[in-house]
């Protein structure tokens, strides 16, 4: 059983920050590729950024600059730090990553429940 658990979503004004955590629990053996991704209302759920497992990132062309991802691999975390946030990064943030079970000797793809983040006046 592998779960993954976001938090730091919320409400925030233009111009503001707020930091996304999600932490992988359960029977993991290795954690490749984590990363963010969301969706807002009535569109496909998109890229935000990726991270490998050596510290690669890469972002989406409308988060660059203000977005950063990184990871604690001791704790099995992946954070978004959001900065100069717009009205529309609104969406909902779903955390995934590859993982390998102790009982696999293949990766899959684990999501997240995922947080709302509004960015509102």
């Known amino acids: 059983q592998v779960q993954l658990v976001e938090s730091g979503g919320g409400l925030v004004q233009p111009g503001g920050s707020l930091r996304l955590s999600c932490a992988a629990s359960g029977s993991i053996f290795r954690i490749y590729t984590m990363g963010w991704y969301r969706q807002a209302p009535g569109k496909q759920r998109e890229l935000v950024a990726i991270i490998s497992s050596g510290g690669n990132t890469n972002y989406a062309d409308s988060v660059k600059g203000r977005f950063t991802i990184s990871r604690d691999n001791g704790k099995n975390t992946v954070y978004l730090q959001m900065n100069s946030l717009k009205p529309e990064d609104t969406a909902v943030y779903y955390c995934?990553?590859?993982?390998?079970?102790?009982?696999?000797?293949?990766?899959?793809?684990?999501w997240g429940q995922g947080t709302q983040v509004t960015v509102s006046s």
């Open positions: 995934n990553a590859e993982i390998q079970r102790y009982d696999s000797a293949s990766h899959n793809a684990y």
